[in-house]
């Protein structure tokens, strides 16, 4: 998952691409749908609530692999079935930002975990590290600006009551029906207000943090355990993090070469972007009208979030770079 900065930024040009006014003016609940089902993984990741179990994060891996045409199918049925009409646009907006999280993770994923590996075990804290520079990157190319201006926390993160219970709507029902669960909906609050929490403790402007958290990792032997949470403040690339060179890179499932750098799958991932949305929107016009949201369904063809397929093979292809 290209990290909170890049998912914003690629939600912002799509607003100003579209220029829709009712997604113009929820443009906080959309960036925050931009960010899809990554917000399930801070749940608890608090220090009050820590110890206690949740299974958000496992259902939010789940998400990233598959049932994602199930998850759309979903959200539209309970768009469909809202009585209010403020929390049904605020549904729309957040998951029409939800399809934008699905078309760049599904065209950029393959290329990081190319770089990073199967983003299970050490490869995890590999992947947050690539991610964390690569907002750096991108947010130095796409605005000039650096974290120091830019608080993603006063942006995006921080949200009302009216958003949480516009996105739970859409979550809860999604989540209940596809795993067969019975969440209730205060989780999706929780997990909401936990991941502001950590973007807050991990946000570091001044560069106070990122050495102090290396230090940590370290001494525990888990390189980037902590630090590749942290978006660095002053852009550096040592590693070609968005691959401008152009050098080749497998599809981690299927072998495929490609030469296509991170711009190259950005641009991809926005043309699917606004391929999916109208016909998003069409579906959630008229309800009930299953022959709108198949043509939907249809483009997003179960793409998942992690490989761009339907399929959920092993991972295989890597040309692994050492972030420690």
């Excluded at 979903?74 to 078309?103: F, Q, R, V």
């Excluded at 152009?246 to 030469?259: A, C, D, I, V």
């Excluded at 929107?281 to 997003?300: G, H, I, R, S």
Aim: proline letters at 5%; a negative charge; one cysteine or more.
């Amino acid at each position: 998952m290209p990290n909170i900065i890049t998912h914003t930024l690629f939600a912002d040009e799509v607003l100003e691409i579209l220029k829709i006014d009712s997604l113009d003016e929820r443009k906080q609940i959309f960036e925050i749908g931009s960010n899809g089902p990554d917000i399930l993984f801070f749940h608890h990741m608090n220090p009050k609530d820590f110890y206690k179990k949740s299974r958000l994060p496992k259902l939010g891996s789940r998400l990233h692999s598959g049932n994602v045409n199930d998850f759309y199918s979903s959200a539209i049925n309970s768009i469909w079935n809202e009585k209010d009409p403020e929390i049904k646009e605020d549904m729309i907006a957040y998951t029409a930002g939800h399809l934008c999280h699905w078309a760049l993770d599904s065209s950029a994923h393959p290329l990081i975990y190319n770089r990073t590996g199967n983003c299970k075990g050490m490869s995890v804290n590999a992947h947050h590290r690539y991610e964390s520079i690569l907002d750096s990157l991108m947010l130095k190319l796409k605005k000039n600006e650096t974290i120091e201006s830019f608080d993603i926390t006063k942006k995006v993160t921080d949200s009302p009551l009216w958003m949480k219970r516009a996105i739970a709507r859409v979550y809860i029902p999604a989540l209940n029906s596809i795993f067969d669960d019975n969440l209730p909906a205060h989780v999706i609050a929780e997990t909401l207000d936990d991941w502001n929490f950590m973007q807050k403790l991990f946000r570091d402007p001044h560069n106070k943090k990122i050495p102090a958290a290396q230090m940590v990792d370290k001494l525990i032997g888990r390189p980037n355990q902590l630090a590749g949470y942290a978006v660095p403040n002053i852009p550096e690339d040592n590693y070609d993090i968005m691959n401008l060179k152009h050098e080749l890179w497998r599809n981690p499932q299927t072998g495929q070469k490609s030469y296509e750098s991170f711009l190259d799958l950005y641009d991809s991932a926005m043309k699917k972007a606004l391929t999916a949305i109208p016909l998003f929107l069409k579906a959630c016009a008229k309800p009930k009208d299953e022959l709108a949201k198949k043509d939907l369904l249809d483009f997003v063809d179960n793409r998942n979030y992690c490989m761009g397929t339907s399929e959920n093979k092993d991972l295989k292809y890597f040309d692994l770079i050492d972030l420690s």
